[in-house]
């Protein structure tokens, strides 16, 4: 099994563009969880789906975010219109059901300018 | 919250001794969680013990659960400069309907 795929690994781009980050989960598993991790807040529940469900998207910071999981092997995470402060290693993690080991991906490195 | 907060944040030893990392939380757990990160990676999930167990091991890893303390320690023995990473707890609800929070995590240098 590959584990848990992100797309892309780096990306740098401008305020106000937009950014799509990708995951890909392990087959089989039906939880998936998407975290922002910073020096400053550590890592931080954005939102997970469970079934390809948004269960909770209170961690999501604000309406620029956005994310979807359009089926069982696909997600992603969208902010639109980026901001610096935005700037942040975003990973995505998944798991089969919610009580075991959730497998994490490689991360994306995000740098607003 | 079921958030775990990890002590000390940061722990420097020599190699071949022992460290032990402790992780608080605050409600009720189904299980408990520890992870590694290694710099720029992401989080490897290295032992779950479940609330009505009281130890684990894992190769030169030990795990404690207290539930009437509401804590839990990591005890990595013989450590080697490759144990350099972050180390992170998180909780299970009893539901199993709120995802892993994790603390902040202890910041682990192994020097050889």
């Known amino acids: 099994d590959a584990g848990v795929i992100q797309s892309p690994r780096h990306e740098v781009t401008e305020m106000g563009q937009e950014v799509t980050l990708r995951c890909k989960p392990i087959s089989g598993h039906n939880s998936l969880f998407w975290y922002r991790q910073t020096m400053m807040r550590g890592l931080e529940l954005l939102i997970y789906f469970n079934n390809n469900v948004p269960i909770d998207d209170s961690g999501m910071p604000e309406d620029r975010f956005s994310a979807k999981m359009p089926n069982a092997s696909f997600s992603t995470l969208k902010i639109q219109p980026s901001e610096p402060r935005d700037s942040a290693v975003y990973f995505c993690?998944?798991?089969?059901?919610?009580?075991?080991?959730?497998?994490f991906g490689p991360g994306t490195r995000l740098t607003v300018l | 919250s079921q958030q775990g907060e990890e002590d000390p944040q940061a722990l420097s030893i020599q190699e071949g001794e022992n460290a032990t990392m402790n992780c608080s939380y605050k409600t009720s757990i189904n299980n408990l969680q520890w992870y590694r990160q290694n710099s720029g990676r992401g989080l490897v999930h290295l032992i779950l013990i479940r609330s009505n167990e009281r130890e684990k091991h894992s190769g030169r890893l030990r795990v404690t659960l207290d539930t009437s303390k509401k804590s839990s320690s990591l005890l990595i023995t013989a450590s080697r400069a490759a144990d350099t990473a972050s180390y992170f707890c998180?909780?299970?609800?009893?539901?199993?309907?709120?995802?892993?929070?994790f603390g902040k995590g202890t910041r682990l240098s192994v020097i050889a």
């Open positions: 993690a998944s798991s089969f059901g919610s009580f075991g080991e959730q497998f």
């Open positions: 998180a909780t299970v609800a009893p539901s199993g309907n709120t995802p892993l929070v």
